[in-house]
């Protein structure tokens, strides 16, 4: 399936003042958002300039029993719970007070989307972003699948909306841009023993001086809250609609400012490697993007080599399925092959390219083992991605997208993929994503039932496929994996679902 085509940015940026009414389908979509997506539209208001970008479009012709090219949900069979006693206490293993910061090696980062903002959070932007388009925040507008679990949150972290709770009050939502918020989000890290995040940066989106502004806070918000819980956090840049005339002066120019200003690798807490920050970058590669492969190998060597000193780099690249092959979602050319071996560590995209254990242990088949193996050829690392299931009706219902498209199964979807990723070798992973409600891969706190959602409004619930979870349940499990790959716990294929 095809990756989105960027516009010029020119456009991307149109398309992100259009969106200050709200996260338009066609607005820049981060990382979670689908390294193998589909071409977004804007929603019905139909506004022009529209950026496309790179969005999690499961890859169903991937998946077993699927149609070539097809859109449309791979229907699996709902599992029954689990019996007490075929359960694995994912309490088992010790938390970590402090995160070891000077590796990558055994480290499961989650991706952290950072940008769901709200009319009246004190932000520059000052709007309902990628949580309603249109600038209102009605049930008509809603982008987003997973309606998150505000419960813990104080009044002044939440932002009334127009739909209404159960009791009748008005729903409310959060913005990353409250730094007491973020701040929360790091202690549920600390205390289901996750890490700590991939914070995206959308290099497009920041030449908006009101985005560049709201990232730079929401950074700061991260920093924060990864040194008070003692979680490692690094930048994660996200490519999509970058023109690649600009690619690598803007990349430059931004990390410059992030190491020089912003200081974020003066922290304790954001994570090194080798001695040198790491820091991802997301979308080489990639079949529909303009970026080439001369002038991503002339980003990778000013991070790698080139650069003064203290703005070099381990550099985790975020490329396509297929860049072993260079084939399906990667580009053909053969100059992309030392490309990709030139990065230090390889993380293919994979959110949505199956959507069942068959699929899941058919991908083990095709591609996770022989990557392994090529990068470990290559004297390089991998760094599988993993994701619990994914839903982005509301963002795309102008053209009818399926709810619940990937089923997560009660967490057996995640655990599958954790289990083939270390069982085949994988020495670190990513999970897709701590917060990406609007595609349905956020691992947070999300409401458990209906009950606990705003009324008149569609959703997915986490018992939406027959099985009654807690709404911390992602989090324990992405807990148990972090302790499995640290060896803190055995390994088991057996889902470790907590009491």
């Known amino acids: 399936m095809a990756t989105p085509r960027p516009r ?3 456009a991307a940026l149109a398309a992100w003042a259009l969106a200050l009414a709200g996260c338009a389908a066609g607005t820049p979509r981060g990382h979670a958002d689908g390294g193998a997506g589909a071409t977004v539209t804007s929603g019905p208001d139909g506004a022009a ?14 998946a077993p029993g699927s149609s070539d090219g097809a859109h449309a949900p791979t229907e699996v069979a709902v599992e029954a719970p689990l019996a007490p006693d075929a359960r694995v206490d994912a309490s088992e293993a010790p938390l970590e007070a402090v995160v070891d910061a000077t590796t990558l090696e055994r480290k499961m980062l989650f991706g952290y989307q950072g940008w769901f903002l709200c009319a009246g959070d004190g932000s520059p932007v000052n709007a309902w972003t990628h949580w309603f388009r249109n600038g209102v925040a009605s049930a008509a507008n809603l982008t987003f699948d997973l309606w998150p679990d505000t419960s813990e949150l104080g009044a002044d972290e939440l932002f009334a909306t127009e739909l209404a709770s159960a009791d009748g009050t008005p729903a409310r939502l959060y913005s990353a841009y409250t730094p007491k918020t973020v701040a929360r989000h790091f202690a549920w890290m600390r205390e289901n023993g996750i890490d700590g995040v991939a914070l995206q940066r959308f290099l497009s989106e920041v030449q908006d001086p009101r985005f560049f502004a709201v990232r730079n806070h929401v950074a700061e918000n991260v920093r924060a809250g990864a040194e008070a819980e003692g979680r ?6 996200d490519l999509s609609s970058v023109d690649e005339a600009h690619l690598v002066a803007w990349l430059e120019a931004d990390w410059k400012y992030l190491v020089d200003t912003l200081k974020v690798t003066s922290s304790p807490r954001y994570l090194k490697d080798g001695g040198k920050p790491v820091l991802y970058v997301w979308g080489l590669g990639f079949g529909d993007r303009p970026v080439t492969a001369a002038d991503a190998a002339t980003l990778i060597d000013w991070l790698t080599k080139s650069a003064d000193p203290q703005y070099r780099v381990t550099i985790v690249g975020g490329v396509p399925a297929h860049w072993r092959t260079l084939d399906g979602d990667s580009k053909t050319d053969p100059a992309w092959g030392p490309v990709y071996r030139s990065l230090d560590v390889i993380s293919p995209w994979t959110v949505g390219r199956y959507a069942d254990d068959a699929g899941v242990d058919a991908y083990r088949a095709s591609s996770l083992a022989p990557d392994l193996a090529a990068a470990n050829a290559a004297g390089k690392r991998y ?5 619990p299931g994914f839903s982005w009706h509301n963002l795309n219902s102008a053209t009818g997208a399926p709810l ?7 967490g057996r979807l995640y655990w599958r993929q954790v289990w083939n990723a270390l069982d085949a070798g994988a020495t670190m992973l990513k ?9 349905g891969t956020a691992m947070f706190k999300v409401a458990p039932s209906a009950a606990q959602q705003p009324a008149g409004a569609t959703f997915v619930p986490l018992d939406a496929d027959g099985q009654a979870l807690p709404s911390d349940f992602y989090l324990r499990l992405g807990g148990a994996a972090t302790s499995a ?3 803190t716990r055995p390994l088991s294929a057996m889902l470790p679902l907590p009491p």
């Open 49 to 62: 300039g529209a950026t496309t970008t790179r969005v999690d479009a499961p890859n169903v012709a991937d």
């Open 404 to 410: 619940n498209q990937i089923p997560r199964r009660g």
């Open 8 to 10: 010029k940015v020119r």
């Open 383 to 387: 760094m599988p991605v993993v994701f």
């Open 232 to 237: 490692v956090f690094a930048v994660e840049y």
């Open 431 to 439: 999970t897709a994503m701590f917060d990406e409600v609007d595609e």
């Open 485 to 487: 790959l640290r060896g």
